[in-house]
């Protein structure tokens, strides 16, 4: 088994450009979450999805949206990227959110905004 | 939801060493969870600890949890140059979301 898969693992972006960080789970768990990690800032979640079809906010969703396409994928979009979005973003999947199963995490996402 | 707060920020042994760090929080939990981060990789699930359970094993690592302190310790006994990495807790709640703090940074020495 894979576990998570992010893509891509590298990106640079101008300022104003949007993209989509893809993200699959092949453990068929239903909760799905996005997280960013800036040094010296540990990780904080951006959004969520508890369940196919859910999603919620997290700390941080400003400038951020997401969507679960399916119980497998589950992606995060910046419609206009800004600087402060540089950062590495991590997708992690767990089997339900409301009992704290534990987490599973993908490799990262290391997004460089110019 | 609420964040662990990890204590030291960074930890520097030598090989052979153990190597404590600590976590504490501010509400209650049903459990604490605790990963590993190596550089530039995702974290990996170490331990679970339950609200009702005071100490737990797994190999070379130690968790305990003091409930009325609110805080738990991570001990890696004998540590190795390979247990180098970060390490965040995570407290978890009802809300079911975790949210990690900055983590311990631990460095061993060969």
């Known amino acids: 088994n894979a576990g998570v898969t992010q893509t891509p693992k590298f990106q640079v972006l101008k300022t104003g450009q949007s993209m989509t960080l893809q993200c699959a789970q092949d453990m068929n768990h239903n909760s799905m979450y996005w997280y960013r990690q800036d040094p010296g800032m540990g990780l904080r979640l951006i959004y969520y999805s508890a369940s196919e079809g859910t999603t919620d906010k997290g700390e941080v969703p400003n400038g951020y949206n997401v969507s679960r396409l399916n119980k497998r994928e589950f992606s995060l979009r910046l419609e206009s990227a800004a600087p402060s979005q540089t950062s590495v973003y991590f997708c992690?999947?767990?089997?339900?959110?409301?009992?704290?199963?534990?987490?599973?995490f993908g490799s990262g996402t290391q997004l460089s905004v110019l | 939801s609420q964040q662990g707060e990890e204590d030291p920020q960074a930890l520097s042994i030598q090989e052979g060493e153990n190597a404590t760090m600590n976590c504490s929080y501010k509400?209650?939990?049903?459990?604490l969870q605790w990963y590993r981060q190596n550089s530039g990789r995702g974290l990996v699930h170490l331990i679970l600890?339950?609200?009702?359970?005071r100490e737990k094993h797994s190999g070379r690592l130690r968790v305990t949890l003091d409930t009325s302190k609110k805080s738990s310790s991570l001990l890696i006994t004998a540590s190795r140059a390979a247990d180098t990495a970060s390490y965040f807790c995570?407290?978890?709640?009802?809300?079911?979301?975790?949210?990690f703090g900055q983590g311990t940074t631990l460095q061993v020495k060969p």
């Open positions: 600890i339950r609200s009702n359970e």
């Open positions: 995570a407290p978890g709640s009802n809300t079911g979301k975790l949210i």
């Open positions: 992690a999947s767990s089997e339900q959110v409301q009992v704290n199963e534990k987490l599973f």
């Open positions: 509400t209650s939990i049903n459990n």
